[in-house]
């Protein structure tokens, strides 16, 4: 595997359902992040996690749940959503310092029915 | 409010001319700066940084960026129709305390590249 990647690519849940995202990055990188992308939307930043520890919290509502167990893993779980948050979710990484460029993965289709 | 502004489109050029996207952003600490392809249903692909004002080109793709007038563009030479997709401009709005950094991306620019 290289680069960054996301599972599952798609993914239907109902409102009441319990799931989890899970990214992987195989770059060594120390910052891992979730973004979300809505139709005609930027994209959002939800988290930022560095060296597993989160240094971003973007005023995400509490249905969201990151977890990063170390620096090339992250997950978002995910329980009692709401149909507005069916979108593209990302997750990227990047070298910890400033100015370095993010590396996305393909991302997440979610739909919440 | 940090923003970053791109005109969403669509822009179309035909095949083999230079494409002209243009991204302002309003943050004047601003300190680097992201264009990203993103086809449809996929994800956005780095295609190139820039730090300092000037040029800088990588291939038919020429990033420029303007400080003191906030603004950063992407020119695309010989574009071809496999160059049709969004571009996403992105701003870093600098480091997070604790490492990361901020991007703060615009809505893209929708460009059509006509046979």
């Known amino acids: 595997e290289t680069g960054v990647t996301q599972t599952p690519r798609h993914l239907v849940m109902g409102m009441t359902n319990k799931k989890s995202l899970k990214c992987e990055q195989h770059?060594?990188?120390?910052?891992m992040y979730w973004y979300k992308q809505s139709a005609k939307k930027p994209l959002e930043l939800m988290f930022v996690y560095n060296f597993k520890e989160q240094t971003e919290n973007n005023s995400v509502p509490s249905r969201f749940s990151p977890e990063c167990p170390n620096s090339s893993h992250l997950f978002l779980h995910l329980h009692t959503l709401q149909p507005e948050d069916s979108a593209l979710y990302l997750c990227a990484s990047s070298q910890g310092q400033q100015l370095y460029e993010q590396y996305f993965g393909p991302g997440t289709r979610l739909t919440v029915t | 409010q940090k923003e970053v502004e791109q005109n969403s489109g669509p822009l179309s050029v035909p095949e083999g001319a230079i494409a002209s996207l243009n991204c302002t952003y309003s943050d004047r600490g601003s300190q680097s700066f992201f264009w990203y392809r993103q086809y449809s249903g996929k994800s956005p692909e780095l295609i190139m940084f820039?730090?300092?004002?000037g040029d800088k080109e990588d291939g038919r793709f020429t990033a420029q960026l303007n400080k003191a007038s906030q603004y950063v563009s992407l020119l695309i030479r010989d574009s071809q129709p496999s160059d049709s997709a969004t571009y996403l401009c992105?701003?870093?709005?600098?480091?997070?305390?604790?490492?990361?950094?901020?991007?703060?991306f615009g809505t893209g620019t929708q460009l059509k590249v006509e046979l």
């Open positions: 992105a701003v870093n709005n600098g480091g997070l305390t604790g490492g990361g950094n901020k991007l703060t």
């Open positions: 820039i730090y300092s004002n």
């Open positions: 770059l060594g990188h120390n910052a």
